[in-house]
């Protein structure tokens, strides 16, 4: 029970920052650097995809630790797997797009690590708290 008290915790919490970062980020950091490289329309099938898989890792690497070990290590795990992920991400997009600036690279990896961290960290408290 623990588990999916964290992954719901988990879930909200990433969702609702990364709303509201996306909502902000898309047209004042995204649009202006990546122009035509981004979609016209958002596509919610891949985002969901995206969204379920995250948070299993972040269940696996990050809350799982962190419910034997306490919140340093999830806090700590959760950093780690977010600068990674988000670090793959962006780091293959400058590699292999003609166009990937620099800049929004380390936002967006600074963003993805604070993120995960706040979230897993969230998780973790709720599913000790109330689980």
Same mark, same amino acid.
């Given at each position: 029970m623990?588990?999916?008290?964290?992954?719901?915790?988990?879930?909200?919490?990433?969702?609702?920052?990364?709303?509201?970062?996306?909502?902000?980020?898309?047209?004042?950091?995204?649009?202006?650097?990546?122009?035509?490289?981004?979609?016209?329309?958002?596509?919610?099938?891949?985002?969901? %995809?995206?969204?379920?898989?995250?948070?299993?890792?972040?269940?696996?690497?990050?809350?799982?630790?962190g419910?034997?070990?306490?919140?340093?290590?999830?806090?700590?795990?959760?950093?780690?797997?977010?600068?990674?992920?988000?670090?793959?991400?962006?780091?293959?997009?400058?590699?292999?797009?003609?166009?990937?600036?620099?800049?929004v690279? %380390?936002?967006?990896?600074?963003?993805?690590?604070?993120?995960?961290?706040?979230?897993?960290?969230?998780?973790?408290?709720?599913?000790?708290?109330?689980?």
């Open positions: 623990q588990y999916v008290i964290a992954y719901v915790a988990a879930a909200v919490v990433f969702g609702a920052m990364d709303a509201v970062w996306l909502g902000w980020a898309g047209s004042k950091l995204y649009r202006p650097a990546l122009g035509d490289l981004l979609a016209p329309q958002f596509r919610a099938g891949p985002a969901i %995809v995206f969204y379920l898989l995250y948070l299993g890792g972040m269940m696996w690497f990050a809350v799982r630790p419910l034997s070990q306490g919140l340093g290590a999830t806090a700590l795990n959760a950093a780690i797997f977010g600068a990674m992920c988000y670090m793959t991400y962006d780091l293959t997009s400058q590699a292999v797009l003609a166009r990937w600036p620099v800049h690279t %380390v936002i967006d990896v600074i963003w993805g690590t604070f993120a995960t961290t706040v979230a897993a960290t969230a998780a973790t408290w709720i599913a000790l708290k109330f689980a």
